[in-house]
Protein backbone atom coordinates (compact mmCIF):
# COMPACT_ATOMS: atom_id res chain seq x y z
CA UNK A 1 0.00 0.00 0.00
CA UNK A 2 0.92 3.61 -0.87
CA UNK A 3 0.61 5.86 1.82
CA UNK A 4 0.11 9.74 1.61
CA UNK A 5 1.14 12.07 3.73
CA UNK A 6 -1.66 14.80 3.55
CA UNK A 7 -4.95 14.13 1.52
CA UNK A 8 -4.70 15.85 -1.95
CA UNK A 9 -8.01 16.84 -2.60
CA UNK A 10 -7.05 17.95 -6.30
CA UNK A 11 -6.00 14.17 -6.94
CA UNK A 12 -9.43 13.00 -5.52
CA UNK A 13 -11.35 15.09 -8.20
CA UNK A 14 -8.49 13.98 -10.88
CA UNK A 15 -9.30 10.41 -10.08
CA UNK A 16 -12.87 11.01 -10.16
CA UNK A 17 -12.46 11.54 -14.07
CA UNK A 18 -10.19 8.79 -14.88
CA UNK A 19 -11.56 5.48 -15.69
CA UNK A 20 -10.43 2.43 -13.45
CA UNK A 21 -7.58 0.76 -15.45
CA UNK A 22 -7.30 3.53 -17.96
CA UNK A 23 -4.43 4.49 -19.91
CA UNK A 24 -3.04 7.97 -18.74
CA UNK A 25 -0.59 10.44 -19.71
CA UNK A 26 0.36 12.74 -16.83
CA UNK A 27 2.52 15.64 -18.49
CA UNK A 28 5.07 17.08 -16.06
CA UNK A 29 4.53 14.01 -13.49
CA UNK A 30 7.09 15.60 -10.92
CA UNK A 31 8.71 12.96 -8.34
CA UNK A 32 5.42 10.50 -9.90
CA UNK A 33 2.97 11.35 -7.17
CA UNK A 34 -0.24 11.84 -9.09
CA UNK A 35 0.31 8.30 -11.05
CA UNK A 36 1.22 6.65 -8.02
CA UNK A 37 -1.99 7.99 -6.32
CA UNK A 38 -4.01 6.73 -9.79
CA UNK A 39 -2.24 3.02 -9.54
CA UNK A 40 -2.63 2.26 -6.50
CA UNK A 41 -6.80 3.80 -6.56
CA UNK A 42 -7.65 2.86 -10.11
CA UNK A 43 -5.03 0.81 -11.39
CA UNK A 44 -4.42 3.09 -14.26
CA UNK A 45 -1.70 1.84 -17.02
CA UNK A 46 0.38 5.30 -16.45
CA UNK A 47 3.54 7.13 -17.91
CA UNK A 48 4.80 10.21 -17.10
CA UNK A 49 6.71 13.16 -19.07
CA UNK A 50 8.91 14.79 -17.08
CA UNK A 51 12.35 17.24 -17.86
CA UNK A 52 13.97 17.41 -14.73
CA UNK A 53 16.68 14.66 -13.88
CA UNK A 54 16.40 14.70 -10.05
CA UNK A 55 12.03 14.19 -10.62
CA UNK A 56 12.75 12.00 -13.38
CA UNK A 57 15.09 9.61 -10.97
CA UNK A 58 12.30 9.93 -8.30
CA UNK A 59 10.33 8.31 -10.58
CA UNK A 60 11.96 5.88 -11.49
CA UNK A 61 12.33 4.81 -7.66
CA UNK A 62 8.97 4.43 -7.10
CA UNK A 63 8.01 2.78 -9.78
CA UNK A 64 6.29 5.35 -12.26
CA UNK A 65 7.19 4.67 -15.69
CA UNK A 66 8.51 8.33 -17.31
CA UNK A 67 9.70 9.75 -20.43
CA UNK A 68 12.47 12.42 -19.94
CA UNK A 69 11.51 14.82 -22.73
CA UNK A 70 10.87 19.09 -22.79
CA UNK A 71 6.82 19.69 -23.05
CA UNK A 72 7.72 22.58 -24.76
CA UNK A 73 8.66 20.25 -28.03
CA UNK A 74 5.15 18.95 -27.94
CA UNK A 75 4.49 15.59 -27.90
CA UNK A 76 5.80 13.57 -31.19
CA UNK A 77 6.31 10.83 -29.26
CA UNK A 78 3.09 9.69 -28.77
CA UNK A 79 0.32 8.78 -31.53
CA UNK A 80 -2.81 10.38 -32.13
CA UNK A 81 -5.97 9.21 -29.44
CA UNK A 82 -3.82 6.34 -28.23
CA UNK A 83 -4.41 7.70 -24.24
CA UNK A 84 -7.88 7.56 -22.47
CA UNK A 85 -6.59 10.37 -20.50
CA UNK A 86 -3.56 13.20 -20.76
CA UNK A 87 -3.37 14.99 -17.83
CA UNK A 88 -1.55 18.68 -17.03
CA UNK A 89 -1.49 19.24 -13.40
CA UNK A 90 -0.82 22.53 -12.61
CA UNK A 91 1.71 23.03 -14.87
CA UNK A 92 -0.05 25.05 -17.88
CA UNK A 93 0.90 28.57 -16.31
CA UNK A 94 4.82 27.75 -16.62
CA UNK A 95 4.02 26.47 -20.23
CA UNK A 96 5.73 29.03 -23.03
CA UNK A 97 4.01 27.18 -26.08
CA UNK A 98 0.35 26.78 -23.89
CA UNK A 99 -1.58 26.74 -27.42
CA UNK A 100 0.42 23.87 -28.44
CA UNK A 101 0.62 21.75 -25.68
CA UNK A 102 -3.36 21.82 -24.84
CA UNK A 103 -3.81 21.30 -28.91
CA UNK A 104 -1.17 18.79 -28.17
CA UNK A 105 -2.97 17.16 -25.43
CA UNK A 106 -6.17 16.49 -27.52
CA UNK A 107 -4.11 15.17 -29.99
CA UNK A 108 -2.84 12.17 -27.90
CA UNK A 109 -5.78 11.72 -25.73
CA UNK A 110 -9.89 11.32 -26.13
CA UNK A 111 -9.81 13.64 -22.69
CA UNK A 112 -7.71 16.01 -20.98
CA UNK A 113 -7.51 17.33 -17.51
CA UNK A 114 -6.05 20.77 -17.13
CA UNK A 115 -5.49 22.17 -13.59
CA UNK A 116 -4.26 25.69 -12.91
CA UNK A 117 -3.75 27.92 -10.12
CA UNK A 118 -6.78 31.27 -10.82
CA UNK A 119 -5.26 34.01 -10.92
CA UNK A 120 -8.54 36.16 -10.09
CA UNK A 121 -8.67 34.47 -6.58
CA UNK A 122 -9.19 37.32 -4.37
CA UNK A 123 -6.04 37.64 -2.20
CA UNK A 124 -3.40 37.51 -5.52
CA UNK A 125 -6.26 40.60 -6.31
CA UNK A 126 -5.71 41.71 -2.92
CA UNK A 127 -1.87 41.64 -3.57
CA UNK A 128 -2.41 43.14 -6.56
CA UNK A 129 -4.02 46.18 -5.37
CA UNK A 130 -1.72 46.63 -2.31
CA UNK A 131 1.12 47.02 -4.72
CA UNK A 132 3.15 44.07 -5.35
CA UNK A 133 2.96 40.87 -7.26
CA UNK A 134 0.84 37.69 -5.59
CA UNK A 135 2.75 35.60 -3.46
CA UNK A 136 1.04 32.67 -1.40
CA UNK A 137 1.32 28.80 -1.04
CA UNK A 138 -0.13 28.59 -4.82
CA UNK A 139 2.17 31.21 -5.95
CA UNK A 140 5.68 30.37 -4.07
CA UNK A 141 7.47 32.68 -6.44
CA UNK A 142 8.82 35.46 -6.63
CA UNK A 143 8.51 38.05 -9.53
CA UNK A 144 11.88 37.67 -10.56
CA UNK A 145 12.39 33.63 -9.84
CA UNK A 146 8.87 32.58 -11.22
CA UNK A 147 8.60 29.85 -13.93
CA UNK A 148 4.99 31.09 -13.97
CA UNK A 149 5.10 32.86 -17.13
CA UNK A 150 1.30 32.27 -18.45
CA UNK A 151 -0.94 32.68 -15.52
CA UNK A 152 -4.67 32.98 -16.42
CA UNK A 153 -8.21 33.25 -14.46
CA UNK A 154 -10.58 30.86 -14.96
CA UNK A 155 -12.84 33.38 -16.91
CA UNK A 156 -9.35 33.66 -19.35
CA UNK A 157 -9.24 29.91 -19.18
CA UNK A 158 -13.09 29.43 -20.22
CA UNK A 159 -12.35 32.37 -23.29
CA UNK A 160 -9.30 30.20 -24.13
CA UNK A 161 -11.19 27.09 -24.70
CA UNK A 162 -14.29 28.63 -26.42
CA UNK A 163 -11.38 30.18 -29.00
CA UNK A 164 -9.54 26.77 -29.31
CA UNK A 165 -13.60 25.01 -29.23
CA UNK A 166 -12.53 22.78 -26.52
CA UNK A 167 -15.45 21.30 -24.75
CA UNK A 168 -15.50 21.66 -21.08
CA UNK A 169 -16.78 18.25 -19.67
CA UNK A 170 -16.70 19.07 -16.47
CA UNK A 171 -15.17 22.00 -13.53
CA UNK A 172 -14.11 21.99 -10.13
CA UNK A 173 -12.53 24.59 -8.68
CA UNK A 174 -11.32 24.14 -4.95
CA UNK A 175 -9.82 26.57 -2.19
CA UNK A 176 -7.88 25.07 0.72
CA UNK A 177 -9.37 21.29 -0.44
CA UNK A 178 -12.78 23.00 -0.18
CA UNK A 179 -15.07 23.04 -3.39
CA UNK A 180 -15.74 26.43 -4.36
CA UNK A 181 -19.43 27.17 -6.05
CA UNK A 182 -19.97 30.52 -5.23
CA UNK A 183 -18.22 33.14 -7.82
CA UNK A 184 -15.39 30.85 -8.49
CA UNK A 185 -12.90 33.33 -10.01
CA UNK A 186 -12.92 35.36 -6.72
CA UNK A 187 -13.15 32.62 -4.24
CA UNK A 188 -11.60 29.85 -6.19
CA UNK A 189 -7.78 29.05 -5.99
CA UNK A 190 -7.60 26.04 -8.11
CA UNK A 191 -9.00 25.36 -11.23
CA UNK A 192 -9.18 21.88 -12.47
CA UNK A 193 -10.96 21.05 -15.81
CA UNK A 194 -12.28 17.85 -17.74
CA UNK A 195 -11.88 18.71 -21.25
CA UNK A 196 -12.32 17.25 -24.84
CA UNK A 197 -12.51 18.78 -28.53
CA UNK A 198 -15.53 19.82 -29.46
CA UNK B 1 45.51 -3.33 -7.38
CA UNK B 2 42.01 -4.30 -6.91
CA UNK B 3 39.45 -1.77 -5.70
CA UNK B 4 36.96 -2.69 -2.73
CA UNK B 5 33.76 -3.14 -5.26
CA UNK B 6 35.43 -5.01 -7.67
CA UNK B 7 34.39 -8.31 -9.30
CA UNK B 8 37.93 -9.65 -8.46
CA UNK B 9 40.14 -12.41 -10.45
CA UNK B 10 38.51 -13.52 -12.93
CA UNK B 11 38.67 -16.69 -15.77
CA UNK B 12 37.09 -16.62 -19.00
CA UNK B 13 35.39 -20.32 -20.13
CA UNK B 14 34.90 -21.12 -23.57
CA UNK B 15 31.98 -23.10 -24.48
CA UNK B 16 31.95 -25.39 -27.51
CA UNK B 17 28.63 -25.74 -29.63
CA UNK B 18 28.62 -28.94 -32.23
CA UNK B 19 25.41 -28.48 -33.16
CA UNK B 20 25.48 -25.96 -36.51
CA UNK B 21 24.19 -22.57 -36.47
CA UNK B 22 22.41 -21.57 -39.64
CA UNK B 23 23.05 -17.89 -40.04
CA UNK B 24 20.67 -15.00 -41.35
CA UNK B 25 23.04 -14.85 -44.57
CA UNK B 26 21.69 -18.67 -45.29
CA UNK B 27 24.96 -19.89 -44.63
CA UNK B 28 25.85 -22.52 -41.87
CA UNK B 29 28.46 -22.58 -38.79
CA UNK B 30 29.08 -26.42 -38.89
CA UNK B 31 30.65 -25.53 -35.31
CA UNK B 32 31.38 -22.47 -32.82
CA UNK B 33 33.14 -21.62 -30.12
CA UNK B 34 31.80 -18.86 -27.72
CA UNK B 35 34.23 -17.21 -24.91
CA UNK B 36 32.49 -15.38 -22.12
CA UNK B 37 33.06 -14.95 -18.02
CA UNK B 38 30.39 -14.65 -15.57
CA UNK B 39 30.27 -12.82 -12.40
CA UNK B 40 28.17 -13.14 -9.21
CA UNK B 41 25.99 -16.02 -8.32
CA UNK B 42 23.11 -18.25 -10.10
CA UNK B 43 20.52 -18.46 -7.70
CA UNK B 44 19.11 -22.03 -7.46
CA UNK B 45 15.98 -20.39 -9.56
CA UNK B 46 18.12 -19.66 -11.97
CA UNK B 47 16.09 -16.50 -12.67
CA UNK B 48 19.06 -13.72 -11.40
CA UNK B 49 20.81 -13.43 -14.94
CA UNK B 50 21.97 -10.33 -16.66
CA UNK B 51 23.23 -10.70 -20.12
CA UNK B 52 25.90 -7.91 -20.88
CA UNK B 53 25.93 -7.40 -25.05
CA UNK B 54 29.15 -5.82 -26.09
CA UNK B 55 29.48 -3.15 -29.11
CA UNK B 56 31.59 -3.04 -31.82
CA UNK B 57 34.95 -3.56 -30.44
CA UNK B 58 34.37 -4.88 -26.88
CA UNK B 59 34.52 -8.49 -25.72
CA UNK B 60 33.74 -10.99 -22.58
CA UNK B 61 35.99 -9.29 -20.46
CA UNK B 62 33.42 -7.15 -19.00
CA UNK B 63 34.64 -6.76 -15.63
CA UNK B 64 37.74 -7.62 -13.03
CA UNK B 65 41.06 -8.43 -13.81
CA UNK B 66 42.83 -11.31 -15.05
CA UNK B 67 45.73 -10.77 -12.49
CA UNK B 68 46.12 -7.98 -9.64
CA UNK B 69 48.87 -6.46 -11.48
CA UNK B 70 46.68 -5.99 -14.67
CA UNK B 71 46.39 -2.26 -15.50
CA UNK B 72 43.11 -2.35 -16.74
CA UNK B 73 39.73 -4.17 -15.67
CA UNK B 74 36.92 -5.00 -18.23
CA UNK B 75 35.35 -2.90 -20.59
CA UNK B 76 32.48 -1.95 -17.79
CA UNK B 77 34.20 -2.31 -14.86
CA UNK B 78 32.45 0.90 -13.32
CA UNK B 79 29.38 -0.65 -13.77
CA UNK B 80 29.65 -4.34 -12.32
CA UNK B 81 30.36 -5.35 -9.41
CA UNK B 82 29.72 -5.84 -5.29
CA UNK B 83 27.07 -2.79 -4.64
CA UNK B 84 28.05 -1.39 -7.64
CA UNK B 85 24.76 -0.73 -10.23
CA UNK B 86 24.62 -3.95 -11.76
CA UNK B 87 25.41 -5.75 -8.31
CA UNK B 88 27.12 -8.83 -8.24
CA UNK B 89 25.65 -9.83 -4.86
CA UNK B 90 22.29 -9.85 -6.63
CA UNK B 91 22.59 -10.83 -10.43
CA UNK B 92 24.46 -13.31 -12.03
CA UNK B 93 26.41 -11.31 -14.65
CA UNK B 94 27.25 -12.92 -18.23
CA UNK B 95 29.98 -11.28 -20.75
CA UNK B 96 30.87 -13.04 -24.16
CA UNK B 97 32.25 -12.45 -27.32
CA UNK B 98 30.19 -12.07 -30.02
CA UNK B 99 31.15 -14.61 -33.06
CA UNK B 100 33.02 -13.10 -35.38
CA UNK B 101 35.06 -11.71 -33.00
CA UNK B 102 38.82 -11.74 -32.23
CA UNK B 103 38.70 -12.61 -28.47
CA UNK B 104 38.29 -16.17 -28.39
CA UNK B 105 34.58 -16.77 -29.99
CA UNK B 106 34.84 -18.38 -33.54
CA UNK B 107 35.76 -16.10 -35.78
CA UNK B 108 37.68 -14.91 -39.09
CA UNK B 109 41.21 -15.58 -37.06
CA UNK B 110 39.96 -19.13 -35.48
CA UNK B 111 41.29 -21.68 -36.81
CA UNK B 112 39.14 -23.73 -39.33
CA UNK B 113 37.56 -26.68 -37.79
CA UNK B 114 39.55 -29.57 -39.19
CA UNK B 115 38.91 -31.13 -42.57
CA UNK B 116 38.69 -35.03 -43.01
CA UNK B 117 42.05 -34.38 -45.21
CA UNK B 118 44.96 -34.87 -42.74
CA UNK B 119 47.55 -33.76 -45.10
CA UNK B 120 45.56 -30.38 -44.93
CA UNK B 121 47.30 -27.99 -42.06
CA UNK B 122 45.40 -26.16 -39.89
CA UNK B 123 44.47 -22.50 -40.60
CA UNK B 124 42.25 -19.89 -40.04
CA UNK B 125 39.25 -18.81 -41.85
CA UNK B 126 40.14 -15.66 -42.79
CA UNK B 127 37.28 -13.73 -45.54
CA UNK B 128 35.70 -17.43 -45.44
CA UNK B 129 34.15 -16.77 -42.41
CA UNK B 130 30.57 -15.57 -42.90
CA UNK B 131 28.54 -12.08 -42.23
CA UNK B 132 27.15 -12.40 -38.91
CA UNK B 133 24.26 -9.88 -37.91
CA UNK B 134 22.37 -8.93 -34.59
CA UNK B 135 20.03 -11.55 -35.08
CA UNK B 136 23.02 -14.54 -35.37
CA UNK B 137 24.60 -13.44 -32.49
CA UNK B 138 21.36 -13.17 -30.26
CA UNK B 139 20.60 -16.15 -31.54
CA UNK B 140 24.14 -17.98 -30.47
CA UNK B 141 23.33 -15.95 -27.15
CA UNK B 142 20.55 -18.04 -26.39
CA UNK B 143 22.63 -21.18 -27.11
CA UNK B 144 24.84 -20.34 -24.85
CA UNK B 145 22.32 -19.59 -22.01
CA UNK B 146 20.97 -23.22 -23.30
CA UNK B 147 24.09 -24.74 -22.41
CA UNK B 148 24.28 -23.21 -19.03
CA UNK B 149 20.59 -24.57 -18.34
CA UNK B 150 19.25 -20.83 -17.76
CA UNK B 151 16.09 -20.30 -19.55
CA UNK B 152 14.99 -16.63 -18.54
CA UNK B 153 16.94 -13.52 -18.24
CA UNK B 154 16.18 -11.15 -15.67
CA UNK B 155 17.61 -8.09 -17.87
CA UNK B 156 20.08 -8.17 -20.97
CA UNK B 157 22.04 -4.75 -21.13
CA UNK B 158 23.74 -3.30 -24.03
CA UNK B 159 24.80 0.26 -25.27
CA UNK B 160 25.34 1.26 -28.74
CA UNK B 161 25.66 -2.03 -30.76
CA UNK B 162 24.89 -3.65 -27.64
CA UNK B 163 22.18 -1.97 -27.09
CA UNK B 164 20.82 -3.75 -30.50
CA UNK B 165 21.37 -6.44 -29.35
CA UNK B 166 19.30 -6.62 -26.03
CA UNK B 167 15.83 -4.92 -28.41
CA UNK B 168 16.73 -8.23 -30.83
CA UNK B 169 16.26 -10.00 -28.03
CA UNK B 170 12.83 -8.98 -27.03
CA UNK B 171 12.10 -9.82 -30.26
CA UNK B 172 13.60 -13.06 -31.02
CA UNK B 173 12.75 -14.29 -27.39
CA UNK B 174 9.79 -12.35 -26.03
CA UNK B 175 9.63 -15.28 -23.26
CA UNK B 176 13.33 -15.33 -21.83
CA UNK B 177 13.44 -11.60 -21.43
CA UNK B 178 11.89 -9.75 -18.36
CA UNK B 179 13.90 -6.83 -18.77
CA UNK B 180 15.97 -4.43 -21.71
CA UNK B 181 18.42 -1.61 -20.57
CA UNK B 182 19.18 -0.53 -24.27
CA UNK B 183 21.67 2.44 -23.69
CA UNK B 184 23.31 4.88 -26.64
CA UNK B 185 21.00 2.56 -29.31
CA UNK B 186 19.27 2.83 -32.23
CA UNK B 187 16.41 0.87 -34.18
CA UNK B 188 19.11 0.94 -36.94
CA UNK B 189 21.82 2.96 -38.72
CA UNK B 190 21.62 6.07 -40.49
CA UNK B 191 22.91 6.96 -44.11
CA UNK B 192 25.27 9.30 -42.33
CA UNK B 193 26.40 6.39 -39.50
CA UNK B 194 26.88 3.90 -41.92
CA UNK B 195 28.90 6.18 -44.31
CA UNK B 196 31.30 5.93 -41.13
CA UNK B 197 31.45 2.44 -41.45
CA UNK B 198 31.95 2.33 -45.07
CA UNK B 199 34.90 4.55 -44.93
CA UNK B 200 36.26 2.54 -42.18
CA UNK B 201 35.98 -0.42 -43.77
CA UNK B 202 37.42 1.23 -47.45
CA UNK B 203 40.60 2.22 -44.71
CA UNK B 204 41.09 -1.53 -44.72
CA UNK B 205 40.23 -3.01 -47.12
CA UNK B 206 42.58 -1.12 -49.65
CA UNK B 207 45.40 -1.54 -47.49
CA UNK B 208 48.17 -3.20 -49.42
CA UNK B 209 48.58 -5.47 -46.58
CA UNK B 210 44.78 -6.87 -46.44
CA UNK B 211 45.02 -9.46 -48.98
CA UNK B 212 41.60 -9.69 -49.01
CA UNK B 213 41.34 -11.02 -45.80
CA UNK B 214 43.87 -13.48 -45.91
CA UNK B 215 46.56 -11.80 -44.63
CA UNK B 216 47.19 -14.44 -41.84
CA UNK B 217 48.15 -16.51 -44.81
CA UNK B 218 50.70 -13.91 -45.76
CA UNK B 219 51.69 -13.27 -42.16
CA UNK B 220 50.84 -9.90 -42.29
CA UNK B 221 48.10 -7.35 -40.52
CA UNK B 222 46.67 -4.71 -42.32
CA UNK B 223 47.66 -2.51 -39.33
CA UNK B 224 47.52 1.24 -41.28
CA UNK B 225 43.98 0.54 -42.28
CA UNK B 226 42.66 -0.61 -38.97
CA UNK B 227 44.66 2.45 -37.06
CA UNK B 228 42.43 4.99 -39.66
CA UNK B 229 39.19 3.09 -39.14
CA UNK B 230 39.98 3.25 -35.53
CA UNK B 231 41.05 6.84 -35.77
CA UNK B 232 37.98 7.66 -37.38
CA UNK B 233 35.33 5.84 -35.31
CA UNK B 234 37.07 7.96 -32.51
CA UNK B 235 36.10 11.05 -33.65
CA UNK B 236 32.48 9.94 -33.96
CA UNK B 237 32.25 8.59 -30.65
CA UNK B 238 33.40 11.87 -28.91
CA UNK B 239 31.07 15.38 -29.18
CA UNK B 240 32.71 18.57 -30.96
CA UNK B 241 32.84 19.86 -27.17
CA UNK B 242 34.26 17.11 -25.28
CA UNK B 243 36.95 17.14 -28.03
CA UNK B 244 37.23 20.93 -27.55
CA UNK B 245 37.79 21.06 -23.79
CA UNK B 246 39.75 17.42 -24.01
CA UNK B 247 42.18 19.04 -26.45
CA UNK B 248 41.25 22.33 -27.92
CA UNK B 249 44.25 23.68 -30.14
CA UNK B 250 46.76 22.47 -27.49
CA UNK B 251 49.95 21.85 -29.24
CA UNK B 252 52.13 19.17 -28.18
CA UNK B 253 55.39 22.14 -28.72
CA UNK B 254 55.06 24.46 -31.57
CA UNK B 255 54.07 25.45 -34.43
CA UNK B 256 56.84 23.38 -36.84
CA UNK B 257 55.14 23.90 -40.35
CA UNK B 258 55.40 19.84 -40.69
CA UNK B 259 53.02 17.26 -41.14
CA UNK B 260 54.48 15.62 -37.80
CA UNK B 261 52.46 15.17 -34.54
CA UNK B 262 51.96 18.99 -33.46
CA UNK B 263 47.88 18.94 -32.30
CA UNK B 264 47.42 17.26 -29.14
CA UNK B 265 44.21 15.86 -30.92
CA UNK B 266 46.69 14.46 -33.45
CA UNK B 267 48.44 12.61 -30.75
CA UNK B 268 45.52 11.37 -29.37
CA UNK B 269 44.38 9.63 -32.39
CA UNK B 270 47.54 8.25 -33.39
CA UNK B 271 47.60 6.59 -29.91
CA UNK B 272 44.24 5.17 -29.83
CA UNK B 273 44.21 4.03 -33.67
CA UNK B 274 48.40 2.63 -33.15
CA UNK B 275 47.00 0.77 -29.66
CA UNK B 276 43.63 -0.96 -31.26
CA UNK B 277 45.81 -1.63 -34.64
CA UNK B 278 48.23 -3.51 -32.25
CA UNK B 279 45.50 -5.78 -30.38
CA UNK B 280 41.91 -5.83 -32.74
CA UNK B 281 41.32 -7.60 -35.93
CA UNK B 282 40.79 -6.42 -39.40
CA UNK B 283 38.16 -8.91 -40.29
CA UNK B 284 36.33 -8.93 -37.25
CA UNK B 285 36.31 -4.99 -37.67
CA UNK B 286 34.84 -5.38 -41.06
CA UNK B 287 31.83 -7.59 -39.68
CA UNK B 288 30.98 -5.98 -36.59
CA UNK B 289 30.63 -2.88 -38.63
CA UNK B 290 28.11 -4.77 -41.21
CA UNK B 291 26.52 -6.13 -38.69
CA UNK B 292 25.59 -2.52 -37.34
CA UNK B 293 24.95 -1.64 -41.10
CA UNK B 294 22.28 -4.42 -41.45
CA UNK B 295 20.30 -4.43 -38.13
CA UNK B 296 16.53 -2.81 -39.02
CA UNK B 297 14.02 -5.01 -37.16
CA UNK B 298 11.73 -3.03 -38.85
CA UNK B 299 12.53 -3.97 -42.48
CA UNK B 300 10.41 -6.84 -42.63
CA UNK B 301 7.55 -4.48 -41.38
CA UNK B 302 7.59 -2.17 -43.99
CA UNK B 303 9.65 0.03 -41.97
CA UNK B 304 7.32 0.29 -39.25
CA UNK B 305 9.14 -0.38 -35.99
CA UNK B 306 6.16 -1.03 -33.76
CA UNK B 307 5.04 -3.85 -35.83
CA UNK B 308 8.50 -5.13 -35.74
CA UNK B 309 7.85 -4.81 -31.86
CA UNK B 310 4.39 -6.00 -31.41
CA UNK B 311 5.01 -9.87 -29.79
CA UNK B 312 7.61 -8.24 -27.58
CA UNK B 313 6.92 -8.96 -23.67
CA UNK B 314 9.80 -7.11 -22.06
CA UNK B 315 9.62 -4.09 -19.59
CA UNK B 316 12.24 -1.42 -20.89
CA UNK B 317 14.88 1.02 -19.91
CA UNK B 318 16.05 3.54 -22.71
CA UNK B 319 18.50 5.73 -22.24
CA UNK B 320 20.46 8.62 -24.59
CA UNK B 321 23.07 11.03 -24.42
CA UNK B 322 22.64 14.54 -25.23
CA UNK B 323 25.81 15.17 -27.14
CA UNK B 324 26.07 11.55 -28.73
CA UNK B 325 25.65 12.33 -32.08
CA UNK B 326 26.37 8.95 -33.73
CA UNK B 327 23.27 7.74 -32.27
CA UNK B 328 21.44 10.48 -31.29
CA UNK B 329 18.45 11.13 -28.40
CA UNK B 330 16.00 10.89 -31.51
CA UNK B 331 16.80 7.57 -32.48
CA UNK B 332 16.28 6.25 -28.95
CA UNK B 333 12.96 8.21 -28.92
CA UNK B 334 11.79 5.97 -32.26
CA UNK B 335 12.57 2.96 -29.86
CA UNK B 336 11.14 4.21 -27.28
CA UNK B 337 7.54 5.54 -29.25
CA UNK B 338 7.79 2.16 -30.83
CA UNK B 339 7.08 0.37 -27.37
CA UNK B 340 4.42 2.99 -26.35
CA UNK B 341 2.90 2.03 -29.49
CA UNK B 342 2.93 -1.72 -28.32
CA UNK B 343 1.69 -0.30 -24.43
CA UNK B 344 4.87 -1.35 -23.42
CA UNK B 345 5.98 -0.80 -19.95
CA UNK B 346 9.17 1.43 -20.88
CA UNK B 347 11.33 4.51 -19.01
CA UNK B 348 12.86 7.13 -20.90
CA UNK B 349 15.83 8.75 -19.99
CA UNK B 350 17.49 11.72 -21.75
CA UNK B 351 20.92 12.04 -20.04
CA UNK B 352 22.81 15.30 -20.15
CA UNK B 353 26.60 14.32 -21.06
CA UNK B 354 29.58 16.01 -22.38
CA UNK B 355 31.01 13.14 -23.81
CA UNK B 356 29.03 12.10 -27.20
CA UNK B 357 28.71 8.16 -27.51
CA UNK B 358 31.30 7.49 -25.45
CA UNK B 359 28.88 8.66 -22.35
CA UNK B 360 27.52 5.08 -22.04
CA UNK B 361 30.95 3.68 -20.41
CA UNK B 362 31.43 6.73 -18.46
CA UNK B 363 30.72 6.84 -14.27
CA UNK B 364 28.83 9.81 -14.45
CA UNK B 365 26.89 9.78 -11.29
CA UNK B 366 23.20 10.81 -12.81
CA UNK B 367 23.53 8.01 -15.54
CA UNK B 368 24.45 5.46 -13.12
CA UNK B 369 21.74 6.24 -10.48
CA UNK B 370 19.57 5.52 -13.54
CA UNK B 371 21.23 2.32 -13.77
CA UNK B 372 21.25 1.24 -10.35
CA UNK B 373 17.78 3.03 -9.56
CA UNK B 374 16.35 0.70 -12.65
CA UNK B 375 18.13 -2.43 -11.92
CA UNK B 376 17.23 -2.49 -7.48
CA UNK B 377 13.75 -3.09 -9.19
CA UNK B 378 14.19 -5.94 -11.14
CA UNK B 379 13.12 -8.85 -9.58
CA UNK B 380 15.15 -12.17 -9.02
Given amino acids: MVEFTQFRQDFAIIAGWVNFGGKVLDLGCGDGELLTYLRASLEVKGYGVEKDDANWLACLQNGTNVIQMDLEDGLSGFEDQSFDTVILSQTLQAMHNTEEIVQEMLRVGREIIVTFPNFGYWRNRMQITTGTMPVSKTLPYQWFDTPNVHLCTINDFEQFCKNHKIDVIERKVITDGNEVNFMPNLLGNLAMYRLKSS | MLENNSVGIVTAQTAHFSEPLTLQSGEVLPQFDVVFETYGTLNAAKSNTVLVCHALSGNHHVAGKYAETDKNAGWWDNLIGPNKPLDTNKFFVIGLNNLGGCHGSSGPSSLKPKSSHKSEKDQPYGASFPIVTVEDWVNSQARLLNHLGITQLAAVIGGSLGGMQALQWTIAFPERVKHALIIAAAPNLTAQNMAFNEVARQAIMTDPEFYDGDYYAHKTVPRRGLRIARMLGHITYLSDNAMGEKFGRKLKDKIKYSFDVEFEME ?18 YLRMTRALDYYDPALGYGGDLSQALKNVKAKFLVVSFTSDWRFSPERSREIV ?12 AEVTALHGHDAFLMPDTHYHNILRGYLSKVEV
Avoid at chain 2, 337 to 348: G, H, I, Q, R, W
Fill in chain 2, 267 to 284: SYLRYQGDKFAGEFDANT
Fill in chain 2, 337 to 348: KALLDNELTVSY
